[in-house]
């Protein structure tokens, strides 16, 4: 674990440091830095150890859904992925039940600050933006909140291009350059009040929403809410699944690309989807070694170009594999993994251990609907975008943002103009999941240049034959959604090449020489050097060695976006074939010699994180005939820790179908009020004192 002090595409800004205590001991932070990152920049990983069992306490979510990060600051209990460090600030880990600080004062009772606005707009990522940007341009009085210190949501996170359209989701260009386009225009704004480091608790059955603003509680009273607040990671129950070192794939982008923080060596992934199979793109930028990924379902969700990418790359992709166990003392060690069958139950015999300091857990999200379920309960206005109503794409979570926003316009001055039908028709079209895996096609001529389009999937994609200047790629059937074609004269400028999300372009030029034409292929892991006279090892689409070839040059185009090209001359029969090189070594994901056995009920899979609650207590119970998951959490407490049943909900429920108990005959827990952890105190006075 150390600084990041190289990027492919983040620039590594100077940093002022800031003295700070951790358990007696001096260390450095950078400015601004928040706890977590700043342990992890220093080689801390374990914050603690658990009151009921001593296991060791890390980091999962990084975004203050959870509470396994908790530290103390300065005497008080801290969410640490959330508080910043100061200048001189003690930390201390939270070694067994930590102790609630004196109350020298009692918190004075003062009038709370209350605000009206015509809008409250919770979360500043691609929806809740899009949606201001409407609502800028109709001068609708508005309140947008946001978490974090900087707007943008998870696009901030984003190093790669993006896909769906140019037009509506400014495809091929990369998120975090997306992301601050957008929040500038909503800062900008004169009718949009942005509050940063806002957290919304709860909509009160008063029509009133209290919001914790930079530490001070408001009462807003809106006249319409759009609930834009994104999504929650899914966990996973496996075999040693709270050691340090298993966290989610937000909180390792967090890390990684927002605070250039490098918190592993060796990293193995847990989920085929596009978040992990980005994380892992993401790990390879940052210097870090993707031991291997494993995917439960016959073949990975994510769009395949994405897949492709860490294939070439070198890193193993295991389908059909689940983890068994996460193996180590209070640390990941090493992870088992085992082929399932067709009703995921593991086969004997298929085990593979791997070396690895850290597991990421990418096995989906969960909308997080409580806003838009209290505002209806109190009878509010409310709409919900991007994730927080459908899981999809940032890209459908923008454009399905500006219809919210323009719904909202609608709602606000009746007799606005109806959103047009195509619109809705867009809409599902950028959420759309991707297509069946076809054949590739490459244009039969060995003359000239041209590009070969190494796409094997429909999905919401079209910056190539928006940027063509002779228009010769076009888009077969949707002008999105189709797969792109190439037919026509091609000049050689590159532009497609550059812009594909997918890396999934090259260049083939016969005019020099026909029988070993010249190939350009696409780069944006240039921190690991390729220069001319080295020797690459050149793969097909699917990472399939092709040969070893010499390298002619190697750079950015002008207005590529840090997005080199390198030229490899090779012989025209696998000319069509290359699509990249390998630049990680096999040796990175070479398995471990002992053999974990398999165990298919796992009693001592933590359940519920908080309160240390196994899924062999849970399990006991359901077998009992316990259906009421408040009964349960009354008998083991699970659901009743610092996160409030954002982790185990879903769990337990993965218990109960593997219990083969009916889904209308489980009870629902009963959330708790408050979306997060506040100080009695801040209801008080605003916490003003």
Known sequence: MSRITAHPVLSVPERENVLFYWNKSTFYAGKDEVISSALFANGIKIFGHHHKDGS????????????????????IPVKACMTKVTKNMIVESVEGLPKLPEVTEKPQISDIEQITTEVLIIGGGPAGLSAAIQLEENKISTILIDDKNELGG??????????????????????????RMLAQKVEESSVIKVWKNSTALYVFNDKRVGILKDGLYKIVTPKIILNA????????????????????????QT??????????????????????????????????????????????????????KLKRLGVPIYTSHSIISANGHESVASVTITQIDKNFTPIEGTQKSFECDTILIAVGLESVSEFTEEAEAAGIKVLAAGDAAQIAEASSAMFNGKIAGLKIVQHAKPGTKEIPASWYEKADILKSPPGPVQELRAPAAEEGIFPVIHCKQEIPCNPCSTVC??????????????RPRFSGTCKGCMKCLTICPGLAITLVDYRKDAQNPVLFLPYEISNIKVEKEDTIDCVDVDGNALGSYRVLGARPTKNSDNTWVVRVQVPKAIAKKVVGFTIQDKGVSEKRTEQIPLDQIQDDEVICLCERVTAGQIRDLVRKGARDMNQIKAITRAGMGPCGYKTCENLMNQIFMAEKTAREEVVKNVRRPLYIEVPLGKFANGGQS
Do not use: W
């Not at 980091?59 to 908790?70: D, L, S, V, W, Y």
């Not at 790669?160 to 998120?175: I, L, P, T």
């Not at 999504?231 to 909180?251: C, D, I, T, W």
């Open 56 to 75: 060791a306490q890390g980091i999962f979510c990084a975004n203050g859904q959870c509470a396994k990060c908790t530290v103390i600051a300065n005497g």
């Open 154 to 179: 998870k696009l901030v996170l984003q190093t790669h291009k993006f896909f769906g359209s140019v037009e509506d989701s400014h495809a091929g260009m990369r998120g975090m350059d997306i992301g």
């Open 255 to 308: 890390l990684v690309n927002r605070d250039l923080v490098k918190p592993t060596q060796r990293l193995f992934i847990i989920g085929g989807g596009n978040v992990g199979i980005i994380a892992g793109y993401h790990a390879l930028q940052a210097g870090i070694q993707v031991v291997g990924l494993a995917e439960a379902l016959p073949q990975c969700g994510g769009y395949k170009v994405h897949e492709d």
């Open 469 to 482: 200047p002779e228009g010769s790629i076009s888009m077969d059937g949707d002008p999105i959604k189709g």
């Open 229 to 252: 607040a994104g999504a929650r990671e899914k966990f996973l129950r496996f075999k040693g699944n709270s050691l340090a070192g298993v966290y989610g794939a937000g909180a390792f």
